[in-house]
């Protein structure tokens, strides 16, 4: 924390769980974010610690705004990560997932979610 504060000293950081985003935005007189980045570990996560999270993103995130995280390739098939994407499809209503950036140790994929604006035509596309 310390360290980060030090390095990133115009940027606000705080030490707690994803769910209470609605708090800490609240101390920027704020309800929504445009943009939510996630580097939570979805696929080891019990499923409704998945689902309060997920909610609280989903209550933060403006109209427009982008939700993005994202997977790694070895654990995508384990049914932790199945059902995370299961419920990003479900709640979002444009999931684009990235090529596989196969320079991350270990290689990965990104998911940008969107529960307004354009889409389309899937709920489930590439990006190229
Ligand atoms: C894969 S690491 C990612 C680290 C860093 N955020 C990044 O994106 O490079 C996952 C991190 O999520 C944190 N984490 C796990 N559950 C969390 C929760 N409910 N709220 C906030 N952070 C959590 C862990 O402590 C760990 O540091």
């Given at each position: 924390?310390?360290g ?38 979805w ?86």
């Amino acid at each position: 924390m310390r360290g980060l504060r030090l390095r990133f000293p115009s940027v606000s950081i705080y030490h707690d769980s994803a769910d209470k985003i609605q708090k800490y935005l609240a101390h920027h007189r704020r309800t929504k974010a445009d943009y939510i980045i996630s580097g939570l570990p979805w696929a080891n996560m019990p499923v409704n610690v998945q689902e309060h999270i997920l909610s609280a993103v989903l209550a933060s995130l403006a109209p427009d705004g982008m939700f993005t995280t994202f997977t790694y390739v070895h654990a995508c098939w384990l049914p932790r990560a199945r059902r995370f994407r299961e419920r990003l499809e479900r709640y979002f209503t444009q999931v684009k997932i990235s090529r596989i950036v196969w320079r991350n140790v270990p290689p990965a994929f990104v998911y940008r979610c969107r529960v307004g604006g354009l889409t389309t035509g899937g709920r489930f596309t590439s990006l190229q």
